[in-house]
């Protein structure tokens, strides 16, 4: 089966940095992708890596390691509005459609 | 230009009923993939929709059930409802198959008593 795992939760202050770690098991791998979803909001995308390496959109930032199965998003100079639940996700192997796996999510919490 | 939409936004029923949830694509749109999010968890998959046919299904029973439309708009319908359907219901769309990027409603939130 496919399955990843996240933190449930992390706590930063504002215009810190902080990491958000997700690693996978999948029996195929496509790429890594990230969504934010705000309470009562819709998840977002945020990024995708499907090589190795750092991909930086403004503030955000993922990462992918393929031979470590492992990757992260990076949020630098915090802000209140980033207090959301993170998710990775993966598409599923076994589907050719394109339907996402998603991991349980990460609710980060950005204090003053 | 207009995003996903999902209508309605809440609904209750009661157990054994039967709920009919709406969705409409991102202009330029034509795949529709709707996913049950329960409290605390992440986006489960139930099934994909492309060309009016469902493409993909997800681990959900027989009691969940799709429609797409020539407008590429979609339905979900759940019969027989029970209390553990209670969640939320995300319709997310995509140009084409095989998209990574997924474009999201805002969901419906489902309650069943």
């Known amino acids: 089966g496919q399955s990843l795992e996240q933190p449930s939760e992390v706590t930063a202050v504002e215009g810190a940095i902080v990491q958000i770690n997700c690693t996978y098991q999948?029996?195929?791998?496509?790429?890594l992708s990230w969504y934010q979803q705000h309470d009562g909001g819709a998840p977002t995308f945020l990024s995708y890596?499907?090589?190795?390496g750092l991909e930086e959109t403004g503030r955000f930032s993922s990462f992918l390691s393929r031979s470590d199965s492992y990757g992260y998003l990076l949020l630098q100079e915090l802000q209140m509005k980033d207090s959301a639940s993170y998710f990775c996700?993966?598409?599923?192997?076994?589907?050719?459609?394109?339907?996402?796996?998603f991991g349980k999510g990460t609710k980060l919490s950005v204090k003053p | 230009d207009a995003g996903v939409t999902q209508s309605p936004t809440h609904l209750i029923k009661t157990r054994g009923q039967q709920v009919t949830l709406r969705c409409s694509p991102k202009s330029g749109h034509d795949t529709v993939s709707w996913y049950q999010q329960a409290l605390g968890q992440g986006p489960q998959f139930i099934f994909q929709?492309?060309?009016?046919?469902?493409?993909q299904r997800g681990n959900f029973p027989d009691r969940f059930s799709g429609h797409q439309f020539p407008n590429y708009s979609s339905e979900l319908n759940v019969n027989a409802l029970l209390l553990g359907d209670s969640a939320l219901y995300l319709c997310?769309?995509?140009?084409?198959?095989?998209?990574?990027?997924?474009?999201f409603g805002p969901g419906t939130r489902l309650l069943v008593l």
């Open positions: 929709y492309y060309e009016e046919e469902e493409r």
């Open positions: 890596n499907a090589l190795d």
């Open positions: 999948t029996s195929g791998f496509y790429g």
């Open positions: 996700a993966v598409r599923d192997p076994g589907g050719s459609q394109g339907n996402l796996i």
């Open positions: 997310a769309s995509s140009r084409g198959q095989g998209q990574e990027t997924q474009y």
